[in-house]
């Protein structure tokens, strides 16, 4: 939380896996008074300068006069080289190092010294008390829990761990996405369900492991943000002092505000009035066996996070 003493940013990261919702869990979160969303920071490297993708204000990242505020305050002239930190980034958050993350390993000095200044400074530019990180990544977030505690942030960044039903998340890696940001025709990644289903488990295995260890373990389902969101929204904002103001929400529809999230799914471009509702076309549009391998494969994980193996459930 937001030390009310200095007055510190306080950091809320979204953890779990791809296609569950986390852009719109964000931006939700980051539409509130005193927070900002940025998107996944973690692609910052890649997609953002290198690649130059678009950030949710519309504008290619290396262009954005937010992220040029942003790096500028962080680092001055002497900015970290994208394609370094890519490199960097990527070998300490591959899966293969996630027993040790789990047990506690710190190889974070040279990531501190990078991360640190940055997200103080998103902080600093965009004037919010919170900052909203949906990165998802299990490994990232572990490594910003170390890399982060310092004078100019809070020392305990708050982890929510956003779950999807994994064939309802299988049908979305699995549907040709459109990714506007990549030009003409280009779609998001694809996977198989096999491949889904495994990194499925792996990460919100993960994502659980690393939220029991809060004071105050938070956990939504994307089902119950669809289903009730003024409700799962307001229990979220209490975790870092935030408040939902009354008809944030009305009749499922919230008017979200253009934000600067960086490169990830395309809704993070969308902005006005936007519906609020379940995407449940997996129930007819992911095939039986798609299905049966998605259940094996994910079972019993899946079961304690309350997902069945009935079509309904």
């Not at 931006?27 to 993708?53: D, N, S, Y």
Request: glycine share 8%.
């Amino acid at each position: 939380m937001t030390d009310a003493a200095t007055s510190r940013p306080a950091m809320l990261v979204i953890v779990g896996t791809g296609r569950s919702g986390s852009t719109l869990l964000g931006r939700l979160l980051g539409a509130l008074p005193g927070a900002v969303h940025v998107g996944e920071v973690r692609f910052l490297w890649q997609r953002g300068l290198i690649e130059a993708r678009l950030c949710g204000c519309g504008v290619p990242v290396p262009e954005c006069p937010f992220w040029r505020a942003v790096l500028a305050e962080a680092y001055g002239a002497r900015r970290p080289d994208p394609a370094a930190m890519h490199a960097r980034l990527t070998a300490v958050t591959r899966l293969r190092r996630l027993p040790s993350w789990l047990l506690g390993e710190r190889p974070v000095t040279d990531m501190a010294a990078v991360l640190a200044p940055l997200y103080a400074a998103i902080a600093t530019i965009s004037g919010a008390r919170v900052v909203v990180d949906s990165s998802k990544l299990p490994t990232y977030a572990a490594l910003l829990a170390a890399a982060l505690p310092t004078a100019e942030l809070d020392p305990a960044p708050a982890l929510v761990h956003l779950v999807r039903d994994p064939r309802a998340a299988a049908y979305s890696w699995a549907t040709a996405t459109p990714a506007p940001d990549r030009g003409p025709g280009a779609v998001m990644e694809r996977r198989g369900a096999a491949r889904s289903a495994l990194l499925w488990t792996a990460w919100n295995g993960a994502a659980a492991a690393l939220v029991r260890r809060q004071s105050s373990p938070a956990r939504i389902r994307y089902e119950d943000l669809v289903a009730q969101p003024g409700a799962e929204l307001a229990r979220l904002a209490a975790l870092v002092g935030l408040s939902v103001p009354r008809d944030f929400i009305a009749d499922g529809v919230v008017d979200l505000p253009s934000d600067h999230a960086l490169p990830g799914n395309p809704m993070r471009l969308r902005s006005g009035a936007i519906r609020i509702e379940g995407d449940d076309r997996w129930r007819t549009g992911l095939s039986a066996r798609d299905a049966a391998v998605v259940q094996v494969l994910t079972r019993p994980l899946a079961a304690r996070f309350g997902y069945g193996t009935r079509a309904a459930a």
